[in-house]
């Protein structure tokens, strides 16, 4: 559905004219996976798959919001003083809470809104429709109300509202790649100080595929809570001889030669994959500075590993596509990207050879999972912004 259906289908809707039109996109994570918690770096980009919207300001204090992903739930309707987490609101919440945390942020929004919005990430992917849909929000009050709120502020609203309204103890990165995305570019992100820079991504001759394992994980009800308890776990533990504030403030050797703290083991385990990535992460920018794809696509394979085998939260499906994935001509690298426990793996393969790859990973995998795989070309694209409704 584009931009020119929505509008048509806001009319249906609400019998009007939407008057503003936004979008905000989905990310990948190219390498640093499970780093941000652990205050270390991140390298996501912004995909050109996202979410869209049309708007309308009302006059009264009612919002009615309608997603074309989830027809079956109607139209959701609240007010600005009725802003409380429910259930049956569904996907509605993740709009909800980023209203309510404006307002308590002290930015005012005088009246309510009605909106349509579609997304074409696939749900349950990992590819971050949620930070999707509340950086769109932001994004879309922000407009159509003049606030003039600050993109680092929507940011951690948006986080705020995964942590706290949804209850997800997730960092900051999915809001901050959605919000601060760029064409053609990856984001080194240091998620303890939040500083960050561009790097340019010149692909050439290569593709970014993202594989879906089409197998439905949702973040609350995985073990990724559990991940980052131990891994504070770990972390309280070096913190007996060293004057760090995060796993990722720790290099290599560091890591190494105090290990022997950490008392658990699948703790030790989880600490020595946020260590690594984070280095990881750290030699992807400079080997994408120098153009070294190759290389690249190496600490892609190496951050797979670690996720497999010391981090564990990769599974069945994920290892599948990857391994299948590293046995294919024109493949520089592969890897899980987002938090695991199914949703995505991502590639970068040669052009020439991007049919062959789908055919014999896809068959690979329904073979091994005995279901099938959906594979996408990505391209990496802006991040959430006003887009303009053409007049008919």
């Known amino acids: 559905m584009n931009i020119n259906n929505l509008t048509t289908l806001f009319q249906s809707l609400y019998q009007a004219e939407p008057e503003r039109g936004f979008f905000a996109p989905g990310r990948i994570n190219l390498i640093g996976e499970h780093t941000d918690y652990n205050g270390?770096?991140?390298?996501?980009?912004?995909?050109?798959?996202?979410?869209y919207?049309?708007?309308?300001?009302?006059?009264?204090?009612?919002?009615?919001?309608?997603?074309?992903?989830?027809?079956?739930?109607?139209?959701?309707?609240f007010r600005l003083n009725e802003l409380d987490y429910e259930k049956a609101h569904h996907?509605?919440?993740?709009?909800?809470?980023?209203?309510?945390?404006?307002?308590?942020?002290?930015?005012?929004?005088?009246?309510?809104?009605?909106?349509?919005?579609?997304?074409?990430?696939?749900?349950?992917?990992?590819?971050?429709?949620?930070?999707?849909?509340?950086?769109?929000?932001?994004?879309?009050?922000?407009?159509?109300?003049?606030?003039?709120?600050?993109?680092?502020?929507?940011?951690?609203i948006g986080k705020k509202v995964e942590n706290e309204f949804i209850g997800v103890n997730s960092g900051i990165m999915?809001?901050?790649?959605?919000?601060?995305?760029?064409?053609?570019?990856?984001?080194?992100l240091d998620c303890q100080t939040l500083q960050y820079k561009y790097a340019p991504i010149q692909l050439e001759d290569h593709k970014i595929l993202i594989i879906n394992t089409n197998k439905r994980r949702e973040l609350a009800d995985s073990k990724y809570n559990e991940r980052r308890a131990e891994c504070e776990v770990a972390l309280a533990q070096l913190q007996q001889r060293l004057p760090i504030e995060s796993l990722g403030q720790l290099s290599e050797e560091a890591f190494e030669e105090n290990k022997s703290l950490i008392t658990n083991e699948a703790s030790r385990k989880r600490a020595k994959h946020a260590v690594y990535e984070n280095r990881r992460t750290l030699k992807a920018l400079s080997e994408l500075n120098a153009s070294n794809l190759e290389a690249f696509g190496q600490l892609m394979?190496?951050?797979?590993?670690?996720?497999?085998?010391?981090?564990?939260?990769?599974?069945?499906?994920?290892?599948?596509?990857?391994?299948?994935?590293?046995?294919?001509?024109?493949?520089?690298?592969?890897r899980m990207t987002g938090a695991g426990?199914?949703?995505?793996?991502?590639?970068?393969?040669?052009?020439?050879?991007?049919?062959?790859?789908?055919?014999?990973?896809?068959?690979?995998?329904?073979?091994?999972?005995?279901?099938s795989a959906n594979f996408y070309v990505a391209s990496i694209g802006d991040g959430a912004k006003e887009i303009q409704l053409t007049k008919e």
Not at 40 to 51: L, N
Not at 98 to 115: D, L, Q
Not at 310 to 325: F, Q, S
């Open 40 to 51: 270390g770096h991140v390298f996501p980009c912004a995909i050109t798959y996202g979410t």
């Open 53 to 77: 919207a049309v708007a309308r300001k009302r006059e009264d204090q009612l919002i009615k919001m309608y997603s074309a992903n989830f027809p079956e739930i109607g139209i959701v309707e």
């Open 91 to 156: 996907w509605a919440n993740y709009p909800k809470g980023m209203i309510r945390y404006m307002i308590e942020a002290g930015f005012h929004i005088p009246a309510g809104f009605e909106c349509a919005i579609h997304g074409n990430i696939p749900n349950g992917a990992g590819l971050s429709s949620s930070a999707s849909i509340e950086l769109l929000t932001g994004i879309l009050v922000n407009g159509l109300y003049g606030l003039d709120i600050p993109r680092m502020d929507l940011i951690q």
């Open 174 to 188: 999915d809001q901050f790649a959605v919000a601060m995305g760029k064409k053609d570019a990856g984001i080194l």
């Open 301 to 334: 394979n190496e951050s797979h590993l670690s996720l497999r085998d010391d981090y564990e939260v990769t599974g069945a499906e994920l290892d599948c596509l990857v391994e299948a994935a590293w046995k294919q001509e024109g493949v520089l690298g592969a």
């Open 341 to 371: 426990f199914g949703g995505c793996a991502i590639a970068i393969v040669k052009n020439e050879a991007v049919d062959r790859f789908i055919t014999n990973v896809g068959a690979a995998y329904h073979a091994k999972i005995g279901y």
